[in-house]
């Protein structure tokens, strides 16, 4: 399915600005810039117009438009993405979520919460913070919950409470031709028919634009027990986490940080454990039992020669040292002054994990590049930050090599290419490899739902000619 624009420029503004309002388009080259990528270094250039709305029958409406004009449709959340999933390109419509930001409804006691989809998570946790609750799936760093269901994201807390994907109970989208439909229901669980929740759940943009979100809420635990851990090894952190988690000791989260992403972090941020692999855990839960989960981890740590730097147990105390663990793509910047970053995750089943790592330690070795390694390492996800220096014009040939050697020995593994980036515009050919013999089920789904091919092109699935 290929889209050829009819018409494009002063036509198509007009056109939006009819079907929204005026003050929600904006057509200026100088207004369009910060809308036109993400995070990543993948290739974008500026749209030819970015529609701002406030409601799902604004989104519609723009939807509409550019499937009359036959312009491709971007949307787009906070712009956190690391893959390319929200770069725009010189032909197309970014239709920008960030003004639908209602939290519509908190219903504490059934623990969920509905919101417009440009609600940034910390909104949502400050909203459900009063009634004891929290959302605490996805990210840490900030992002739109919109964003967060559209890339099926997750992050620290995926261990305890899930992806993002097994949060989301309740979707409003708009589809590739303007129409609008809600999937899933506000109770707890269904089987009401496809799944079409969890088909939106991870489709980036492709398939529609979600407006609305439901999500589960969390009890906010009375207690929480953290400590960092000194590891003899990647091997024996790995292995580790894999024994108390076969030993039923419930993490809330657990994370692994090689040598080089400590050293990034002691530059940074002044964190002063010393430079050796290291395993950040939390336990969470009524008052005793958090305390209780930590002296088993403990006896389990000693005995795989593991050496506690520092415990906290005070909320604040554990907020600063979970913001280091998140201040660690910043920090592996700050290793090579200059650099930009190809941040790549894959995921694979647990009992791999310490092999995959270890190998990929050994690759940003053997190719000579800079490139920190961390992962949520109780789901089997880990991330490498491979550092491009400025001038080093044979380091992204280098990069994108070791990119391959990960994703190749994942998914050898029995894993994924991704555990929760997603596939963007950068891990096209990855997921070709991935699900060679699932393509014509996506592009079956893909051409129903979008029939004028305009929703998010050229990410996610590749083109028929690759
Ligand atoms: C420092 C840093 C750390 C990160 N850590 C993590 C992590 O631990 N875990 C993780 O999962 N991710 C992580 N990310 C990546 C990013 O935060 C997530 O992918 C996030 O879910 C993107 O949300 P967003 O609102 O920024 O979406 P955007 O970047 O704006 O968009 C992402 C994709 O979703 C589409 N999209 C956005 N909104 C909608 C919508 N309403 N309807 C349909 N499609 C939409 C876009 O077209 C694009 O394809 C990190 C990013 C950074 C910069």
Same mark, same amino acid.
């Given at each position: 399915?290929t889209?050829?624009p009819q018409?494009v420029g002063?036509? $198509?503004?007009e056109?939006?600005?009819?079907?929204?309002t005026?003050?929600?388009v $904006?057509? +200026?080259?100088?207004?369009?810039?910060e809308f036109s990528?993400?995070?990543?270094f993948?290739?974008?250039?500026?749209?030819?117009?970015v529609?701002?709305p406030r &409601?799902?029958a +604004?989104?519609?409406?723009?939807?509409?438009?550019c499937?009359?004009f036959?312009?491709?449709?971007?949307?787009?959340?906070?712009?956190t993405g690391?893959?390319?999933?929200?770069n725009?390109t010189g032909?197309?419509?970014?239709?920008d979520?960030?003004?639908m930001?209602a939290?519509?409804?908190?219903?504490a006691?059934?623990?969920? %919460?509905?919101? *417009?989809?440009g609600?940034?998570?910390?909104?949502?946790?400050?909203a459900a913070a009063g009634?004891g =609750?929290? #959302?605490?799936a996805?990210?840490?760093?900030?992002?739109?919950?919109?964003?967060?269901?559209?890339?099926?994201?997750s992050?620290?807390?995926?261990v305890s409470? /899930?992806?993002?994907?097994?949060?989301?109970l309740r979707?409003?989208?708009?589809? /590739?031709?303007? &129409?609008?439909i809600? @999937?899933g229901?506000?109770?707890?669980k269904?089987s009401?028919?496809?799944?079409l929740?969890r088909l939106?759940?991870?489709?980036e943009g492709?398939? /529609?634009?979600? @407006?609305?979100?439901?999500?589960?809420?969390?009890?906010?635990?009375? +207690?929480?027990?953290?400590?960092?851990? !000194?590891m003899p090894? =990647? *091997?024996?952190?790995a292995e580790l986490?894999? !024994?108390g988690?076969r030993a039923?000791?419930?993490f809330?989260?657990v994370?692994l940080?090689?040598a080089? !992403?400590?050293e990034?972090?002691?530059?940074?941020?002044? #964190?002063?454990a010393?430079?050796?692999?290291?395993?950040?855990v939390e #336990?969470?839960?009524a008052a005793?039992?958090?305390a209780? =989960?930590?002296r088993? #981890? @403990?006896?389990?740590?000693?005995?795989a020669?593991?050496?506690e730097?520092?415990?906290?147990?005070?909320?604040?105390?554990?907020?600063?040292?979970?913001q280091v663990r998140?201040?660690? =793509?910043?920090?592996?910047l700050?290793l090579?002054?200059g650099?930009?970053?190809?941040?790549?995750d894959?995921?694979?089943?647990i009992? *791999?994990?310490?092999?995959?790592?270890i190998?990929a330690?050994?690759?940003?070795?053997?190719?000579?590049? @800079?490139a920190p390694?961390?992962?949520?390492?109780?789901d089997?996800?880990f991330?490498v930050?491979?550092l491009l220096?400025?001038?080093?014009? *044979?380091?992204?040939?280098?990069?994108?090599?070791?990119?391959?050697?990960l994703?190749?020995r994942?998914?050898a593994?029995g894993?994924?290419?991704?555990?929760e980036h997603?596939?963007?515009?950068?891990?096209?050919?990855?997921?070709?490899?991935?699900?060679?013999s699932?393509?014509p089920?996506m592009?079956a789904i893909?051409?129903?739902?979008d029939p004028?091919?305009?929703?998010?092109?050229?990410?996610?699935l590749?083109?028929?000619s %690759?």
């Open positions: 399915m889209t050829t018409t002063p036509q $198509l503004v056109a939006l600005e009819q079907a929204v005026p003050a929600a $904006l057509a +200026e080259p100088f207004a369009l810039h990528h993400d995070r990543s993948h290739h974008w250039e500026p749209p030819e117009a529609v701002r &409601s799902t +604004e989104v519609a409406a723009a939807v509409r438009v499937a009359d036959g312009v491709p449709v971007v949307p787009r959340g906070a712009g690391l893959e390319g999933g929200a725009t032909e197309s419509v970014c239709i979520l960030s003004r930001d939290v519509l409804e908190v219903a006691d059934d623990m969920y %919460a509905r919101v *417009q989809a609600v940034m998570k910390s909104a949502l946790n400050a009634h =609750l929290h #959302f605490p996805g990210p840490g760093v900030d992002a739109s919950i919109g964003g967060m269901a559209a890339t099926s994201a992050g620290t807390m995926a409470c /899930g992806t993002v994907a097994d949060n989301v979707l409003t989208a708009v589809l /590739g031709d303007g &129409s609008v809600t @999937t229901s506000a109770a707890p269904t009401a028919g496809y799944d929740t939106l759940v991870g489709s492709t398939l /529609g634009i979600i @407006t609305e979100v439901t999500v589960r809420l969390h009890p906010v635990p009375e +207690e929480v027990a953290m400590g960092i851990w !000194t090894s =990647l *091997q024996a952190a986490v894999v !024994t988690l039923g000791v419930r809330s989260r994370e940080l090689d080089t !992403t400590v990034a972090l002691r530059g940074y941020r002044g #964190f002063s010393p430079p050796a692999p290291t395993l950040m #336990f969470a839960g005793g039992e958090a209780a =989960l930590y088993r #981890f @403990t006896a389990l740590a000693e005995k020669g593991a050496a730097h520092s415990a906290a147990e005070d909320p604040d105390d554990v907020g600063r040292l979970w998140h201040d660690a =793509l910043p920090a592996a700050a090579v002054p650099a930009s970053a190809l941040p790549t894959v995921c694979v089943p009992s *791999q994990l310490p092999a995959n790592v190998q330690r050994r690759d940003v070795e053997e190719l000579g590049l @800079t390694i961390v992962g949520h390492v109780g089997g996800n991330h930050a491979i220096p400025p001038g080093d014009e *044979q380091a992204a040939e280098r990069a994108a090599e070791l990119n391959r050697r994703v190749d994942a998914l593994a894993g994924t290419c991704t555990g997603g596939i963007g515009a950068g891990k096209i050919a990855s997921l070709a490899a991935e699900h060679a699932a393509l089920a592009r893909k051409a129903a739902l004028h091919g305009i929703m998010n092109p050229h990410k996610v590749p083109s028929r %690759a």
